[in-house]
């Protein structure tokens, strides 16, 4: 079971890792935006940037749920596919390493680092909770340590210190923006799981596997990217950001 479970950590954990070195440079331009002391601005970037992690999260979401076992059968063989309690648990985890990041660089920016007691309060939650699940759920139960854990403190302690401490403006502002994001984030995850349920395709070889990423992820990308530009102002901002930014480099 370790082993099986190894081998999707290694694929999720190298994905999370190239998302990483592409946003490497966000820290030190966070740290010299925050020094404008411009919180017109500062929450312009926040959420410019969530959305982006969102969109991100939500693909790769999308991606682990339809895409992983498909290629661990046909790289490994059949009993080496988890159960798909497990591949949601991961799904739900790469998720929310992608959507903590805009709350983790701010903070960073403002240089809030008091709570040193969170890491330790984290980890102990983990502890407690997948030692408790890990008989009667298995690996899943175990996974579910790491996302509650993150759920108390990354997703809800840490956007509340942010704000008090640093945008010093009531929570309630990034609540309803976080929650209209899930919002958009479950209608995809709705739609494109529709359509790619519509029609089924039985992956056989390598061959089969790179048909179905080369299916899954632009149809995926496009559903998204449509129901954020059409409904999230932020996410029409970052877009045409980037855009410019490549087309005047």
């Not at 790491?146 to 997703?155: A, K």
Request: glycine share 8%; hydrophobic share 50%.
């Amino acid at each position: 079971m370790v082993t099986f479970f190894g081998n999707y950590n290694l694929i999720i954990s190298n994905a999370d890792l190239l998302v990483t070195k592409l946003f490497s440079g966000t820290k030190a331009s966070v740290g010299n935006l925050v020094a404008e002391n411009d919180s017109e601005k500062n929450n312009q970037v926040f959420w410019e940037f969530m959305s982006l992690r969102f969109y991100i999260g939500g693909l790769g979401f999308i991606g682990i749920i339809t895409l992983m076992d498909p290629f661990i059968q046909v790289w490994l063989g059949e009993k080496y596919v988890l159960s798909i309690s497990v591949s949601i648990v991961f799904a739900i985890n790469f998720l929310l390493g992608q959507i903590r990041q805009p709350v983790d660089v701010f903070k960073q920016g403002f240089g809030l680092y008091a709570d040193t007691w969170a890491p330790v309060t984290q980890g102990t939650i983990n502890l407690i909770i997948s030692f408790a699940l890990a008989k009667p759920l298995g690996l899943t139960g175990i996974l579910l340590g790491n996302t509650i854990s993150l759920l108390i403190i990354v997703m809800i302690w840490r956007p509340y210190y942010l704000y008090k401490k640093g945008f010093k403006v009531q929570i309630g502002s990034y609540i309803i923006g976080f929650f209209k994001h899930l919002t958009l984030l479950c209608v995809f995850l709705f739609i494109t799981n529709f359509i790619i349920n519509l029609f089924p395709f039985k992956v056989k070889n390598f061959t089969d596997v790179g048909i179905k990423v080369v299916i899954v992820t632009p149809l995926s990308a496009t559903i998204y990217g449509l129901i954020l530009y059409t409904t999230n102002q932020h996410f029409r901002d970052v877009i045409k950001r980037l855009y410019s930014g490549f087309v005047n480099r």
